[in-house]
Nanobody, 115 residues
Framework: QVQLVESGGGLVQPGGSLRLSCAASGSIFSIYALGWYRQAPGMQRELVSRITTIGNTNYADAVKGRFTISRENAKNTMYLQMNSLKPEDTAVYYC?????????WGQGTQVTVSS
């Protein structure tokens, strides 16, 4: 089992930055591929970014060049640095850990981009 807890969300003005964190406990963190997803009101949950066990990354087109995903296995933590935020980035952001046939989710953290 892996327990995931997101933090770092909040209200930010357009053009601002936020850094989300996802702290994990339980199983061995390093063996899981990790990802950030988001869900806006009335919309389906969508992939924002993913990072593999060896650090390969991919991003949704909407966030390329603005968001950066990273992981620190020694700290059992994953991050999402979000720059140049736009109102359309407003959503609940969830972290995910997947591997060995398992799929774990955090409870989510709200990000609101508004002036």
């Amino acid at each position: 089992q892996v327990q995931l807890v997101e933090s770092g969300g909040g209200l930010v003005q357009p053009g601002g930055s936020l850094r989300l964190s996802c702290a994990a406990s339980g199983s061995i963190f390093s063996i899981y591929a990790l990802g950030w997803y988001r869900q806006a009101p009335g919309m389906q949950r969508e992939l924002v970014s993913r990072i593999t066990t060896i650090g390969n990354t991919n991003y949704a087109d909407a966030v390329k060049g603005r968001f950066t995903i990273s992981r620190e296995n020694a700290k059992n933590t994953m991050y999402l640095q979000m720059n140049s935020l736009k109102p359309e980035d407003t959503a609940v952001y969830y972290c995910n850990a997947a591997g060995l046939g398992n799929n774990f989710w955090g409870q989510g953290t709200q990000v609101t981009v508004s002036s």
